[in-house]
């Protein structure tokens, strides 16, 4: 599902707002949006996301409205997206192809299961709260991330420097800047800090946790020298080879501005990149059970 779909999700149930979810789940044949194609319909009847346009979109509009009325939890729309086609379900559009949509009413006083299987927004701890981050941080949230800013100092790690961020944590040392979190394999890992020391500090802790992404800031020589000392360390070439360092795509970035939109293109791509190898695992998987 779209991470910005998810967390709109998210945030009607954090405000009580009940809503439908609309979603492909199975097709066969030339539909214009494939399965896991998703709209949302608040009360207000607003969508979010689409199912594929045309008369099949507004069909679903009009099962929503109903569904939001009638509050009944699940119902499932069979459609021929085929002109010569006729009878319950038939739509006169030129695919040709069909598509199961399923609809989920959430009340968001009680959510049920919808909460454990709608994936949430992408995640991205970023630790240092200096220019990088700051510039670095807004670009992520419109690409439908959710931050948390990490720094040893709480004028760097606040509110008011960071108001749109998920979460701002101040730790005594970086030695320490795990304690109060918890990624895991779709986290995004991006080390900022101010300082050689602060760089190596994070990154000898982040490598030991589960991510999708590990970037760092600085040159070729000065991370060459922490890997170096990584290495002494027991560290793996494995294991460094998977940071992405220096951080951001190649764009002959100088300014904060500049570098953090190079690091959210990099983040962008590598999440792409995670989702695609994430959903062919699952194929996988599901072809496995298919076979047993």
Same mark, same amino acid.
């Given at each position: @599902?779209?991470?910005?779909?998810?967390?709109?999700?998210?945030?009607?149930?954090?405000?009580?707002?009940?809503? !439908?979810?609309?979603?492909?789940?199975?097709?066969?044949?030339?539909?214009?949006?494939?399965?896991?194609?998703?709209?949302? @319909?608040?009360?207000?009847?607003?969508?979010?996301? %689409?199912?594929?346009?045309?008369?099949?979109?507004a069909?679903?509009?009009? $099962? +929503?409205?109903?569904? *939001?009325?009638?509050?009944?939890?699940?119902?499932?729309?069979?459609f021929m997206?085929?002109?010569?086609?006729?009878?319950?379900?038939?739509?006169? @559009?030129? +695919?040709?192809?069909?598509?199961?949509i399923?609809?989920?009413?959430?009340?968001?006083? &009680?959510?049920?299961?919808?909460?454990? &299987?709608?994936?949430?927004?992408?995640?991205?701890?970023?630790?240092?709260?200096?220019?990088?981050?700051q510039?670095?941080?807004?670009?992520?949230? $419109?690409?439908?991330?959710?931050t948390?800013?990490?720094?040893?100092?709480?004028?760097?790690?606040?509110? %008011?420097?960071?108001?749109?961020?998920?979460?701002?944590? !101040? +730790?005594?040392?970086?030695?320490? +800047?795990f304690?109060n979190?918890?990624?895991?394999?779709?986290?995004?890992?991006?080390? !900022? %800090?101010?300082?050689?020391?602060?760089?190596?500090?994070?990154?000898?802790?982040?490598?030991?946790?589960?991510?999708?992404?590990?970037? @760092?800031?600085?040159?070729?020589?000065?991370?060459?020298?922490?890997?170096?000392? *990584?290495?002494?360390?027991?560290?793996?070439?494995?294991?460094?080879?998977?940071?992405?360092?220096?951080?951001?795509?190649?764009?002959?970035?100088?300014?904060?501005?500049?570098?953090?939109?190079?690091?959210?293109?990099?983040i962008?791509?590598?999440?792409?990149?995670?989702?695609?190898?994430?959903?062919?695992?699952?194929?996988?998987?599901?072809?496995?059970r298919?076979?047993?």
């Amino acid at each position: @599902m779209a991470d910005k779909i998810s967390y709109i999700a998210r945030k009607f149930i954090e405000e009580d707002v009940p809503f !439908v979810i609309a979603r492909v789940i199975a097709t066969k044949g030339s539909t214009p949006r494939k399965r896991d194609a998703v709209l949302l @319909m608040n009360f207000e009847e607003k969508t979010w996301g %689409t199912v594929g346009g045309g008369l099949l979109e507004a069909e679903t509009e009009r $099962h +929503c409205r109903e569904q *939001l009325k009638t509050k009944e939890k699940v119902k499932t729309y069979e459609f021929m997206l085929d002109e010569k086609k006729s009878g319950e379900g038939a739509l006169e @559009m030129g +695919c040709g192809g069909d598509a199961t949509i399923r609809i989920e009413y959430v009340d968001p006083k &009680n959510p049920g299961s919808f909460v454990e &299987n709608f994936k949430g927004t992408s995640r991205a701890y970023i630790f240092g709260g200096g220019h990088v981050a700051q510039a670095l941080d807004p670009v992520l949230r $419109h690409v439908d991330f959710e931050t948390t800013i990490i720094d040893d100092r709480k004028e760097y790690a606040n509110a %008011t420097r960071f108001p749109h961020a998920r979460e701002c944590i !101040v +730790c005594d040392d970086f030695d320490n +800047c795990f304690n109060n979190i918890e990624p895991d394999e779709d986290s995004f890992l991006i080390i !900022v %800090t101010r300082g050689h020391k602060g760089d190596l500090q994070v990154l000898r802790q982040a490598l030991r946790k589960p991510h999708a992404y590990l970037g @760092m800031i600085g040159s070729r020589r000065k991370n060459a020298l922490l890997f170096e000392q *990584l290495k002494k360390e027991g560290f793996t070439e494995e294991e460094l080879e998977g940071v992405y360092t220096p951080i951001g795509l190649e764009i002959k970035s100088e300014t904060p501005e500049e570098i953090g939109v190079s690091i959210a293109a990099e983040i962008i791509k590598v999440r792409a990149e995670h989702n695609e190898s994430a959903a062919a695992e699952k194929h996988a998987e599901t072809l496995g059970r298919l076979h047993e």
